[in-house]
C-alpha cells in the first residue's frame, strides 16, 4: 500500500509518515520499481500502535523504545506519565483558576489584567507578610472566589483576618465562594469557611452557618451558633446552652443567649432549653447559673430564685448573690 492510501485509511498525515521513517519508528517494509514507500499490512500494524500509544502521552522515542524491546515492562513507564500527566493538570487548573479571577473582575482593559495578576501572586507568596500585605494594598479589588480560596487555605492568623475583613467588603456573593469550604474533609478548612461566613452580614452566610451547626466538629458548631445567635436567629439556641453546659466559650455563649432572651418570642425557648440542661453535675449547674445573669432581669430573677434552692451549697449561693446583685441594681 502507498503512503497516500495509508495515510487516507489511517488518518495520519504523509509528513508525519515519513517523518516516522526517518526516525526509523516505523520504516515501509519495501519500495515500488519507481522508488515510492510501499507499506505491508504489519508496517500499518505498527502505524496504529504508534497512534495508540500517542494518545497515552508517550514521546515518539518512548513509543520506539515500547515497540523494539519486548522486554520493555510497562508499569514504571506509565507510572511516570500519569505523575507528568498529574502535574500538568495542575497547571492547568491553576491557570483556569487565575483566568476565572480576572475574568471576575471584568477588566476594561489590560492594565486590570496585570493588576489582577499581581495580586494573585501575592496571594501565592510564601511569605506571610507578604500575602497580608497584597490583600491589603489600597489598590487590591481581589475578586470574591479568589479571596475565598485563598481564606481556605490560609494558616497565618493575621493574613486569615486581613481576607476575611476584604472578603466581609467584596460586593459579590461572597458566602456562595466560601460554602464549599464547609463541605471540606479537612476539618481546618471547614473551620475557616465558618470564620469567615460569619463575618458575612447577609441571608445566605445565615444559610450556610444554619447547616453548619449540624459539623461533626465542636468548634465548627460553635463558631456557627455565636455567629447566628449574635443575628437573632433561634437556631443557634441549642449549640449555645451546650457550650454553657460543656464549659467552652460558655462566657460567649451566655452574652449571646442574654441577648436573644430579650426578643419575647424567643425568651421562652430559652428558659426552657436552660432549665432543661440542669444536671446532676454541681460544676455545669454552676455555670448555668452564672449564664442566667445574662438573661433579662425579669426571667433571670424567675431562674435564679429557683436555682438559689439548689442542693449544693455553691450552686445555691451564686444564685442568691446574683439575683441579690440584680434585686439592687
Do not use: C
Not at 471540606?184 to 461566613?197: I, P
Not at 447577609?202 to 447547616?211: E, G, H, I, P, Q
Request: glycine share 6%; no cysteine; net charge negative.
Amino acid at each position: 500500500m502507498l503512503i497516500g492510501e495509508v495515510a487516507r485509511r489511517s488518518g495520519v498525515s504523509t509528513r508525519m509518515l515519513r517523518h516516522y521513517d526517518a526516525l526509523g519508528l516505523v520504516r515501509p517494509t519495501g519500495r515500488t520499481v519507481g522508488g515510492y514507500r510501499e507499506y505491508s499490512d504489519a508496517d500499518i500494524r505498527r502505524i496504529f500502535h504508534v497512534e495508540s500509544l500517542r494518545t497515552l502521552g508517550l514521546s515518539l522515542r518512548q513509543i520506539g523504545r515500547v515497540l523494539d524491546d519486548p522486554e520493555f515492562a510497562p508499569a514504571a513507564l506509565i507510572g511516570d506519565l500519569i505523575d507528568a500527566t498529574e502535574r500538568r493538570l495542575a497547571r492547568e487548573r491553576e491557570l483556569l483558576k487565575r483566568l476565572k479571577a480576572v475574568d471576575a473582575t471584568e477588566p476594561t482593559g489590560w492594565e486590570d489584567v496585570l493588576r489582577i495578576v499581581e495580586l494573585l501572586h501575592g496571594l501565592a507568596s510564601p511569605d506571610a507578610a507578604r500575602r497580608q500585605q497584597a490583600v491589603l494594598a489600597p489598590a487590591a479589588d481581589m475578586p470574591a472566589p479568589a479571596l475565598a480560596e485563598a481564606i481556605l487555605t490560609e494558616s497565618d492568623l493575621n493574613v486569615a483576618g486581613a481576607l476575611r475583613w476584604a472578603l466581609a467588603r467584596a460586593d459579590h456573593d461572597v458566602a456562595a465562594s466560601l460554602a464549599p469550604g464547609l463541605e471540606s474533609a479537612d476539618v481546618q478548612v471547614r473551620r475557616r469557611a465558618v470564620l469567615a461566613l460569619a463575618e458575612i452580614p447577609d441571608d445566605r452566610a445565615s444559610v450556610f452557618l444554619t447547616a453548619a451547626l449540624k459539623d461533626g466538629d465542636a468548634a465548627v458548631r460553635r463558631h456557627a451558633a455565636l455567629a447566628l445567635g449574635s443575628r437573632g436567629r433561634p437556631e443557634a439556641v441549642p449549640v449555645l446552652v451546650r457550650m454553657v453546659v460543656e464549659g467552652t466559650n460558655d462566657v460567649e455563649a451566655a452574652e449571646v443567649l442574654g441577648a436573644l432572651a430579650a426578643d419575647p418570642a424567643q425568651s421562652d425557648r430559652i428558659k426552657h432549653a436552660l432549665t432543661a440542661a440542669s444536671t446532676k453535675d454541681p460544676e455545669v449547674r454552676l455555670r448555668l447559673v452564672q449564664a442566667l445573669a445574662e438573661l433579662p432581669t425579669p426571667l433571670a430573677l424567675e431562674l435564679l430564685h429557683l436555682a438559689a434552692q439548689d442542693e449544693d451549697p455553691t450552686v445555691a449561693r451564686t444564685a442568691a448573690a446574683l439575683a441579690g446583685l440584680l434585686e439592687r441594681d
